[in-house]
């Protein structure tokens, strides 16, 4: 079946230090590609996604490249902040056909940006 | 603007007993889910609705029921809880079924079961 691995956390940084957490993926058919992001005693929110190979989606300084021959979606930032300091979560839809939206999600890799 | 909310944000049930968790969007969303998050596990979907009067199964159901009576609600119903339901319940939304449609979550509930 379909499934999402990403790196376990934590993942600790300085301030403007340069950002990769990685995710690869099992999936037929045609996925979409997410990341979403969790600040803590919050809900998820998207941060950026990917519809087809070869796209790459970004957002606040994020960027996510959609590699069908390596099945990844690796995310990063040049330069992180401390208020990026969250939960961050790689997940799949189920896009066999396309008319699914169920969302399967990795374990989270939880990012610490210290000053 | 209150896109999906949930209620109650905490709870604390003994085993046995029964309880509705409650969600709300207010944006005209087609497709509704409940997903519960564990420690280690990332989100995991429990129950799914693509529109108002049909619901369907995600990967972890049983314990659960759900109904769609109306666009906006989604209710997800613990029939007799038990300490393994003890979780984070986050429902979303989005505003059809295709997957390349990102979805809205609420804050989540925090449930604990003794």
């Known amino acids: 079946g379909n499934s999402v691995t990403q790196m376990e956390g934590p993942v600790t940084l300085s301030e403007e230090a340069f950002l990769t957490i990685n995710c690869t993926y099992t999936?037929?058919?045609?996925?979409?590609l997410f990341w979403y992001v969790q600040y803590p005693g919050e809900g998820l929110q998207l941060l950026l996604k990917?519809?087809?190979?070869?796209d790459k989606g970004s957002n606040k300084g994020f960027e996510a490249t959609y590699r069908k021959e390596t099945t990844s979606f690796h995310l990063e930032k040049g330069s992180v902040q401390v208020s990026d300091s969250a939960v961050y979560f790689c997940?799949?839809?189920?896009?066999?056909?396309?008319?699914?939206?169920?969302?399967?999600f990795g374990t989270g890799t939880l990012l610490a940006v210290q000053p | 603007n209150a896109g999906v909310t949930q209620t109650p944000k905490f709870q604390v049930l003994k085993t046995g007993q029964s309880m509705t968790l409650q969600c709300a969007q207010d944006?005209?969303?087609?497709?509704m889910s409940w997903y519960r998050q564990d420690p280690g596990m990332g989100l995991r979907l429990i129950h799914y609705?693509?529109?108002?009067?049909?619901?369907d199964q995600g990967e972890v159901p049983n314990g659960y029921n759900v109904s769609r009576s109306t666009t906006e609600d989604f209710p997800l119903r613990l029939l007799s809880a038990a300490p393994s339901q003890t979780s984070v319940y986050f429902c979303?939304?989005?505003?059809?079924?295709?997957?390349?449609?990102?979805?809205?979550f609420g804050d989540g509930t925090r449930l604990s079961i003794l």
């Open positions: 990917a519809t087809k190979a070869d």
């Open positions: 999936a037929t058919g045609y996925p979409s």
């Open positions: 997940a799949l839809s189920d896009g066999y056909g396309g008319a699914t939206n169920k969302l399967i």
């Open positions: 944006m005209n969303h087609e497709y």
């Open positions: 609705s693509v529109g108002a009067g049909i619901t």
């Open positions: 979303a939304s989005s505003p059809g079924a295709y997957s390349n449609q990102p979805q809205h």
